[in-house]
């Protein structure tokens, strides 16, 4: 079955700097990777998804960059900011087949 | 849009007693919802997936008898605890899938303690 790994597991940066988080998916099936938001306390809120026949796709601060063929997907966040700050989870699909990475612990330090 | 919320938000029960969580999917039909369940600092982990007007599908090692999934409509899916113990404690957070759509969306979440 698909396995997803996700690094770091946590990640500290200054306020106004840039972070990346980066997931491994192994089942090259899988053609959706959303990214998840998590606050303390709250659900997941999807921030930013992509599909695979797309390399790339950006939200204002927010960026997806998907490597299909190392079977890898980064998610970047330019121009940090405290309220970035939080638990991000990645997650590789084929329709209701998810499977989540471990998650990766943002603090974003004033 | 894509508004999932759960009821209740938090709850304390006594050992032994029954614990009935609703989710629902507000602005949206969704045929697939998901329960998950969250330890502390932890990932999500996948407990079962129903669909509307049939058996959900549990993962394995999570009992069927004791976690009761209804999805009775396209818009409610319910998660009862039943017999709950201290150790069922923990967060359990529902998403439903829009028809037609690969995306799922999260409910806030409902935080239970067991006593």
């Known amino acids: 079955g698909e396995n997803v790994e996700q690094h770091p597991s946590t990640l500290s940066v200054q306020e106004g700097d840039s972070a990346v988080i980066k997931c491994t998916y192994s089942?090259?099936?899988?053609?959706?990777f959303p990214w998840y938001k998590q606050e303390l306390g709250k659900g997941p809120q999807l921030i930013i998804d992509?599909?695979?026949?797309?390399g790339e796709k950006k939200d204002q601060r927010i960026a997806v960059t998907l490597n299909k063929t190392a079977k890898h997907f980064s998610l970047h966040i330019t121009e940090t900011q405290p309220e970035d700050s939080a638990v991000y989870f990645c997650a590789a699909s084929i329709w209701e087949n998810f499977v989540f990475g471990p998650g990766t612990r943002l603090s974003v330090l004033p | 849009g894509a508004v999932v919320s759960q009821h209740p938000s938090w709850v304390i029960c006594k050992s032994g007693t029954s614990v009935k969580i609703e989710c629902r999917s507000l602005?949206?039909?969704?045929?697939?919802m998901f329960w998950y369940r969250q330890f502390p600092k932890q990932s999500l982990m996948l407990m079962a997936t129903?669909?509307?007007?049939?058996?959900?599908?549990?993962e394995q090692g999570v009992e069927k008898d004791k976690f009761l999934i209804n999805h009775a409509s396209l818009t409610l899916s319910t998660l009862t605890v039943t017999s709950a113990h201290p150790e069922d404690s923990s967060f359990y957070i529902c998403?439903?899938?829009?028809?037609?759509?690969?995306?799922?969306?999260f409910g806030p979440g409902t935080r239970l303690l067991v006593l």
């Open positions: 089942d090259s099936a899988s053609n959706y």
């Open positions: 998403s439903a899938q829009p028809q037609g759509q690969e995306t799922q969306y």
């Open positions: 992509i599909r695979s026949n797309v």
């Open positions: 602005d949206f039909q969704a045929t697939t």
């Open positions: 129903s669909n509307e007007g049939s058996k959900a599908t549990y």
